[in-house]
């Protein structure tokens, strides 16, 4: 199994709402990430996660709060998010976050959420 | 000054042209570097990793500069799907992986 697996695809919430993204991966990977990209942007890093544990916060608003579970999942949970918050988010994940291993282990992107708000 | 820089294009060229991407980064110690591509509302996906030594892959060629740490995309004889953004991606030892901007590809009948 060579994916990220993320759910759902697309997502309407309103700004008081509560939902949350999810991410799966079974390739053993020891990192995992959660992107933001706005159209025409690159991605845009907001958490990292490191044999589970949060390791990176680029300074992200409370409203998202991650979680990962166990190695394979990784959740975002989202609350009082607002409408420029709408974007694709991605979720990655890594053989590792400090990039040892063979040059060619990049990371493996889910096909990302579609979040709009209202 | 940002880690990873590329020009954003749009670069638009003919079937069949060659065209190269360059992408600069400010870290001397980074060590993985890899060229992604991405198409209209979809995920980047991973299109080679970019070797010491230079490596092809097909219509691809992927070199890395050290001393003037840019790395390069080399797309030969170009099709109609290669259109598409082109990122960049670094990562050094012990620190996340940094995106370039990407470079817009189309390539025009």
């Known amino acids: 199994d060579t994916e990220v697996t993320q759910t759902p695809k697309h997502l309407v919430m309103g700004m008081t709402n509560k939902k949350s993204l999810k991410c799966e991966q079974h390739m053993g990977h020891r990192a995992m990430y959660w992107y933001k990209q706005k159209a025409k942007k690159p991605p845009e890093l907001m958490f990292v996660y490191s044999y589970e544990k949060l390791s990176i916060n680029e300074s992200v608003p409370s409203r998202f709060s991650p979680e990962c579970p166990n190695s394979s999942l990784l959740n975002l949970h989202l609350h009082a998010l607002q409408p420029e918050d709408s974007a694709l988010y991605l979720c990655?994940?890594?053989?590792?976050?400090?990039?040892?291993?063979?040059?060619?282990?990049?990371?493996?992107f889910g096909s990302g959420t579609r979040l709009t708000v209202v | 000054r940002k880690e990873v820089e590329q020009d954003p294009g749009p670069f638009n060229v003919p079937e069949g042209a060659t065209v190269a991407f360059n992408c600069t980064y400010s870290?001397?110690?980074?060590?993985?570097f890899f060229w992604y591509r991405q198409d209209c509302r979809k995920e980047p996906k991973l299109l080679m990793s970019v070797y010491s030594s230079g490596n092809e892959d097909g219509r691809f060629t992927a070199q890395l500069n050290r001393a003037s740490q840019y790395i390069s995309l080399l797309i030969r004889d170009s099709k109609l799907s290669d259109s598409a953004t082109y990122l960049c991606?670094?990562?050094?030892?012990?620190?996340?992986?940094?995106f370039g901007t990407g470079t817009s590809l189309t390539v025009i009948p």
């Open positions: 990655a994940s890594s053989h590792d976050v400090v990039g040892q291993g063979p040059p060619d282990y990049g990371y493996t």
């Open positions: 991606v670094v990562n050094a030892l012990g620190s996340q992986f940094y």
């Open positions: 870290n001397s110690a980074s060590q993985s």
